[in-house]
């Protein structure tokens, strides 16, 4: 029971990942490979702040900044320098290796006998692992009451039609570009401070956590669509956060039939690749049910 419960508690915090990513990949229909960069970098700067004995919410916060810089730079390599879009996040995920390096100073630190926001006297009288249920629960359901409200008011609404179509955005008056920097900054911001919070959780910051995270992320868009199928907007925001605690009870799952945790990657990997796959799974038996049922009738 201890470890479903860790499971749904990592789950919740990785969901900020997903609903993150749901905004530029899905929103904006961006492919935006900054988010590798960004989460290590809120990662090392939230670690390294409460090192040196900065206060671990303030941490967190600057961790969202410096996250939504890294998504200004890769806007703006975009929109202003006109490089492909792949290319621009490629471009500021390697910068943010050498920058994760100069900020923490070595490959990794530790939070060993350091105050988190898991350091709560409120988080310490709750039940075994549900410090992260908890935290979880709260730090995604302001992110996605936020993020629903935003998407309702006009410059929202502006965002989504850039997404939708840009060309008719730009002819009756929206700057896409500013609205596709502005959905960058946010989600890489979102990003960097999902990364400064599992840290803390994990207790450390290493120079190579970002690698794969973009599939951990996806993973939670594609399984809450296939569970859920067609949402309103407010409504897939939710499945993403389900699609996520529904990722980590695979992983466990398959965890739990003898995979060592060094397989991890690869399992991701499957489970996207899987899960992305279910819809033409789906409508190819559709097809051959109807031919069955065409034939029988036919005879």
């Given at each position: ?56 919410y303030l941490a967190t916060l600057t961790a969202l900044i410096i996250g939504s810089i890294a998504g200004l730079v890769t806007g703006l390599l975009y929109t202003k320098g006109k490089i492909p879009i792949l290319l621009a996040g490629i471009l500021v995920m390697t910068a943010s290796l050498s920058i994760n390096l100069r900020i923490m100073g070595s490959a ?192």
């Amino acid at each position: 029971m201890s470890i479903i419960v860790s499971s749904i508690g990592q789950g919740l915090l990785w969901a900020v990942l997903g609903v993150a990513l749901f905004l530029t990949f899905r929103i904006l229909n961006f492919p935006d490979m900054t988010v590798e960069g960004s989460f290590p970098l809120g990662a090392a700067t939230a670690v390294t702040m409460i090192s040196h004995g900065i206060n671990p919410y303030l941490a967190t916060l600057t961790a969202l900044i410096i996250g939504s810089i890294a998504g200004l730079v890769t806007g703006l390599l975009y929109t202003k320098g006109k490089i492909p879009i792949l290319l621009a996040g490629i471009l500021v995920m390697t910068a943010s290796l050498s920058i994760n390096l100069r900020i923490m100073g070595s490959a990794n630190i530790s939070l060993l006998n350091q105050k988190s926001i898991f350091s709560s006297p409120i988080l310490q009288h709750l039940p075994k692992n549900f410090d992260s249920v908890f935290v979880g629960f709260i730090i995604i359901t302001i992110i996605t009451l936020s993020l629903m409200f935003f998407l309702q008011t006009e410059i929202g609404q502006a965002f989504i039609a850039t997404g939708d179509n840009a060309n008719m955005a730009q002819s009756i008056g929206i700057k896409t570009d500013r609205m596709t920097i502005m959905g960058l900054m946010l989600s890489n911001g979102l990003i960097a401070l999902g990364g400064a919070v599992i840290a803390q959780n994990n207790g450390y910051a290493d120079i190579n956590m970002g690698i794969g995270i973009i599939v951990i992320a996806l993973a939670s868009i594609i399984i809450g669509e296939v569970a859920f199928g067609d949402l309103s907007l407010n409504g897939r925001l939710v499945a993403v956060i389900v699609g996520s605690i529904l990722y980590r009870l695979v992983l466990l799952a398959v965890l739990s039939l003898g995979f060592s945790t060094n397989d991890l990657n690869l399992i991701s990997a499957i489970v996207l690749a899987v899960a992305m796959m279910l819809p033409q799974l789906r409508k190819a038996l559709k097809f051959d049910t109807v031919i069955k049922k065409g034939v029988t009738r036919h005879d």
